[in-house]
């Protein structure tokens, strides 16, 4: 009996997958605009005020996701736990953040997530 179990389980599971499956995919539009600023010559001082600024030229006629959310990347390690702002229309191409307390380096750099992931240029924050 425990045979039989182990081997039709597999099966069910497979089956309840396939009848879950949407009949027809349609085709997702993904945004994935090109982050602008902060690039390689930008110096952000902690606890300023600085503008994010990412290309929304083109953008697809549909886009699933239009809320975005404003990242910053460490070494490449994002730090979605304390996103710099959240809510952003990905359509607006530029949001207001504020610089966290961080290390001061070269190794910043920015994301804007939502629809898509789009990683920018390293930058330089200072004390």
Known sequence: MKFIFASIFPILAFVSLVAGAP????GRDV?????????????????????????????????????????????????????????????????????PKVAPGKNYQILVFGDSGNTGEFFEIVN
């Open 31 to 99: 945004f994935v605009p090109p982050v602008i600023l902060p690039n390689h010559k930008s110096v952000w001082k902690v606890g300023t005020t600085q503008t994010v600024t990412w290309n929304v030229t083109n953008p697809p006629k549909q886009i699933t996701n239009t809320n975005a959310m404003i990242v910053l990347v460490t070494d490449g390690r994002l730090d979605i736990e304390h996103p710099l702002a959240t809510g952003i229309n990905v359509l607006k191409g530029t949001a207001q953040v504020v610089v």
């Open 23 to 26: 009949v027809h995919l349609v």
